[in-house]
């Protein structure tokens, strides 16, 4: 209830500030003063030609809302540029299943004469809705594009400050005018905008979802539609048919003809495209639950489960995603059975970290061997003991996801046990960084961070430097990633020392972010992996470090 209360009075605060100020009221303040406390700036939505040439075009735009703010989506209204309220169709699409079961977001038809290629109208809650208009199906909607798919002929894009305060992605905020990170994503687009057609990899690390996440820090309806065309070029290669196991793998990618690879398997997506754009014409549950059982069937590996022997293949990218995808098809369908699969990942994950099997001890990590992550045969004694930093990454995402969920209170200390780890384990100290062996890209500067590519509370800095110069030249093309781990511990620690380092470490990777960096398109799937998960941190840095052990200790989560 506190807060629903508090939400409630942001809103009202916000709508009372636009009502009592004459900037917001349009060229005519006399005629719109009594529809104007209904139009507000934050609510805007901006229809935008999509794809083909009609004037008149049907819109169908996702409206995400935070828990406790909308019970009964016979309460929204969409309203023109005047405030008047116009005939509109509206139907609740996602529940807030991990919180008090309001609705999360919602799907409003209407209809736009695109004269140029936008129109503005604006959405409004609290009051009955008058004009009803008779719903279509998404996918009637849709028209021909490129690579054979059909899209939307209008998509519509909302504020960020909307976006953000609806938790749709976690908790967010809008990326602020020349923000070096913003800037940095902005910059890569412009070589990731294109649909790679002739790059199954650049689909790794979940490229729709990148692109989503994008949008709702910015409201740029280029993300948007790059997201939108993504989504629908992904989800036309999801297999439908047959099991879901090897070597059948339905549920599983095609386009790189390997449908049993579940590292590609993704509903992160789904749940974001039905929320941002109501498009529910790619998916049913059968299909869900098709993708799901792959990943618990382990694909063509072997079934994921705890860490048991020191002999165990393991790498922290497939336990991240295989995490991640858990929550997104909880926070999707509110089935219980994704609930319970969360449940039994946090516990390996936590005993790995706690109990490792090679008896060396808790350092941190989800330590595991170096020969076996890169597929290589078992010899112990050849073998260096340790963790890959940016690959960890993947995992402490999946583990920020599900503590939003479950509020699980085993995962703040592994996160800051991770990030502790990170600091002094992880980063490739200054001293070692000479003309030999400076395994940094250039453009990052001489203040530029660099992850070990396998880091090791065990190994010398002999062998380390060995898989550095075999393999890790210029891994600071991770570091962006990076961030999220230091973020999300320093979001946790309690320890002022630790929380200090934290936020030292936080500074430097500013550098990161240089857009001369940004420029490298090599690989096309650096664009995944540097952004997927990494636009939370500027709300985190944003939190009193600590904070969040205060949250998991009773207070309501983000």
Not at 274 to 288: N, Y
Not at 325 to 338: K, N, W
Request: net charge negative.
């Amino acid at each position: 209830m506190a807060r629903r209360s508090m939400l409630m009075a942001w809103f009202a605060t916000v709508m009372l500030l636009i009502g009592t100020n004459p900037a917001y009221a349009g060229g005519h303040p006399a005629a719109s003063r009594a529809a104007s406390a209904d139009v507000v700036p934050e609510q805007r939505i901006v229809a935008h030609r999509n794809a083909g040439k009609d004037a008149d075009v049907p819109v169908s735009v996702g409206i995400p809302f935070p828990p406790g703010v909308l019970r009964d989506p016979r309460l929204l209204r969409i309203l023109d540029e005047k405030g008047e309220e116009v005939p509109a169709a509206v139907r609740t699409t996602l529940l807030w299943y991990a919180k008090d079961g309001s609705v999360r977001a919602v799907r409003a038809q209407f209809h736009a004469h695109l004269d140029g290629d936008t129109q503005t109208f604006y959405f409004a809650f609290g009051k009955p809705r008058q004009r009803d208009l008779p719903g279509w199906s998404y996918a009637s909607g849709l028209v021909p594009d490129v690579q054979g798919m059909k899209v939307a002929a209008a998509l519509a894009t909302l504020s960020p400050a909307w976006l953000c305060q609806s938790r749709v992605a976690g908790p967010q905020v809008p990326a602020s005018p020349n923000e070096p990170y913003a800037n940095y994503v902005a910059t890569q687009f412009q070589w990731a905008r294109p649909l790679p057609v002739d790059d199954s990899t650049a689909w790794l690390f979940d490229r729709p979802s990148t692109l989503f996440k994008a949008y709702v820090r910015t409201g740029r309806f280029d993300y948007l539609q790059a997201a939108d065309l993504s989504y629908h070029f992904y989800m036309k290669h999801i297999r439908r048919d047959g099991l879901a196991m090897s070597p059948f793998c339905a549920g599983g990618w095609t386009y790189n003809d390997k449908p049993c690879d579940v590292k590609y398997v993704y509903v992160e997506p789904i749940l974001l495209a039905l929320a941002l754009t109501g498009d529910d014409s790619e998916h049913d549950l059968q299909t869900v639950d098709k993708m799901m059982t792959l990943w618990e069937n382990g694909g063509w590996g072997n079934r994921p489960g705890p860490y048991t022997s020191p002999s165990q293949h393991f790498t922290e990218r497939m336990t991240g995603l295989g995490l991640l995808e858990t929550v997104s098809a909880y926070e999707l369908t509110g089935d219980r059975r994704y609930l319970l699969r969360i449940d039994d990942r946090i516990g390996w994950l936590y005993e790995h970290q706690r109990n490792n099997p090679d008896g060396l001890g808790n350092d941190g990590s989800w330590r595991n061997s170096w020969r076996l992550h890169e597929d290589d045969s078992w010899d112990p004694s050849k073998d260096v003991r340790g963790n890959s930093p940016w690959m960890s990454e993947n995992i402490v995402d999946g583990l920020w996801h599900a503590w939003l969920v479950t509020g699980d209170a085993r995962i703040p200390s592994m996160i800051t046990a991770f990030g502790r780890y990170l600091e002094q384990y992880g980063w490739i100290k200054p001293d070692l960084l000479h003309y030999e062996h400076d395994w940094r890209n250039p453009c990052s500067g001489p203040d530029g961070q660099i992850a070990w590519y396998w880091s090791s509370s065990h190994a010398d800095v002999k062998a380390l430097s060995h898989i550095e110069d075999s393999d890790g030249w210029y891994s600071d093309a991770h570091t962006v990633e990076l961030a999220l781990p230091v973020a999300a511990a320093y979001y946790f620690e309690q320890d002022p020392k630790q929380s200090a380092a934290l936020k030292h470490r936080l500074d430097a990777l500013q550098s990161s972010y240089n857009v001369e960096c940004a420029k490298s398109a090599d690989p096309l799937r650096r664009f995944n992996w540097n952004n997927r998960g990494t636009g939370v941190v500027a709300w985190l840095i944003r939190q009193p470090p600590g904070s969040g052990a205060a949250v998991s200790s009773g207070s309501a989560r983000p």
